[in-house]
């Protein structure tokens, strides 16, 4: 059985941080791209970051970049999003997914996840809560 199960999520105050993990069981780890995808109360979808195969290369839209990092531990099977400087509009429900796909360049845009929707992701997990509020 595939999982991903995410934890460290939590209430914290504007300017805190937070280390999400991300286990993953069931499925070659070390293949995946692995993402970290957040989703606001009534909005949609937005990716807040990437890593590769061998966790060398990293990936950020400009809302996260700076302030997240994201890291995997190939031997644990687990990946983790460090999140520095939280502000109110980082609340959201945060999940991690697999995909064989890496991130790609669109010039004009940005980086853009290889899927808008948990349906183009290999694997989806069920998401930790995280809120920002003072």
């Known amino acids: 059985e595939v999982q991903l199960v995410e934890s460290g999520g939590g209430l914290v105050q504007p300017g805190g941080s937070l280390r999400l993990s991300c286990a993953a069981s069931g499925f070659t780890f070390s293949e995946h791209w692995m993402y970290w995808v957040r989703q606001a109360q009534g909005k949609g979808l937005e990716w807040v970051s990437a890593i590769n195969t061998i966790g060398r290369t990293t990936v950020y839209p400009d809302s996260t970049k700076g302030r997240f990092t994201i890291s995997r531990d190939n031997a644990k099977n687990t990946v983790y999003l460090q999140m520095n400087s939280l502000k109110p509009e980082d609340t959201a429900m945060y999940y991690c997914?697999?995909?064989?796909?890496?991130?790609?360049?669109?010039?004009?845009?940005?980086?853009?996840?290889?899927?808008?929707?948990?349906?183009?992701?290999?694997?989806w997990g069920q998401g930790t809560q995280v809120t920002v509020s003072s």
């Open positions: 997914a697999a995909n064989t796909r890496p991130p790609q360049w669109h010039g004009g845009v940005g980086w853009l996840p290889p899927a808008l929707s948990s349906d183009g992701y290999n694997y």
